[in-house]
């Protein structure tokens, strides 16, 4: 995947989004300070506070994930 369209989802706008990754891992991205783009790696912010280094080559997928409305999320 391209750095340049995960760059695209986190500014202007910000929706919450995944990451999927080749292995069909899903990398949640709540927030655009949950992620740092380099220029051959990413780090995502998961939500036990675990830190996931990808590889941009094997980010295959970005999903929009449903957004939260009084603290709730819609299922």
Known sequence: M???R???RLSGGFRPFCL???DGHEYAVRHPEC???G???LAVLDTDGE????DPLH???LKDLPSKKNGTSKH
């Open 6 to 8: 995960v760059c695209q």
């Open 20 to 22: 999927r990754t080749s």
């Open 35 to 37: 992620v740092l783009i």
């Open 39 to 41: 220029r051959h790696a």
């Open 59 to 61: 980010i295959v997928a």
């Open 2 to 4: 391209n750095v340049e």
């Open 51 to 54: 830190i996931a280094t990808l």
